[in-house]
């Protein structure tokens, strides 16, 4: 299944005004937070999902959040409107599937170790950057 972007309007349906504002007001907080941090470490976090699911009469955060799978991770030093970004996060992958001319049903095509491990190696290099750390994974 596909990840379906729904407006606000759509939100208050599904899940009462109450319940819509505060996932908005979390989405909002969490990616403000992000993206400063990120940004404070070079990296422009241009664009996000959050998935929130129904908990009793609450909403809980679920699935990962700002990680190179849900997010766009781009160097703010290189970062130039208008044009193709350079980036840490799966639009390497995406691109490479795309030159496949998939169909986005299964099966999908197999990749070949270069992609494999230069999508391992971008996602690898945007957690150095984040967090400091080398992880020789």
């Known amino acids: 299944m596909h990840d379906i972007n ?12 109450p319940l ?3 996932a908005r007001n979390l989405s909002l907080a969490i990616y ?4 400063t941090l990120a940004e404070e470490k070079g990296v422009i976090i241009a664009d996000t999902k959050f ?25 703010k030093k290189s970062y130039a409107a208008g044009k193709s970004q350079e980036s840490f996060d799966k639009q390497y992958l995406r691109d490479y ?5 998939w169909d ?10 270069d ?7 971008k996602y690898l ?3 150095t950057i984040l967090t400091g750390a080398s992880h020789a994974v």
């Open 6 to 17: 729904i407006d606000f309007d759509a939100a208050i349906q599904t899940l009462g005004k």
């Open 20 to 22: 819509a504002e505060k």
């Open 32 to 35: 403000k937070k992000g993206a």
């Open 51 to 75: 998935e929130f699911g129904r908990h009793g009469d609450g909403i809980m955060l679920i699935d990962e959040l700002l990680t190179p799978d849900s997010s766009r991770f781009w160097p």
């Open 97 to 101: 599937l795309i030159s496949q001319n």
């Open 104 to 113: 986005k049903r299964p099966p999908a095509p197999n990749l070949p170790d």
């Open 115 to 121: 992609v494999i491990e230069n999508t391992r190696k």
């Open 125 to 127: 290099e945007a957690l």
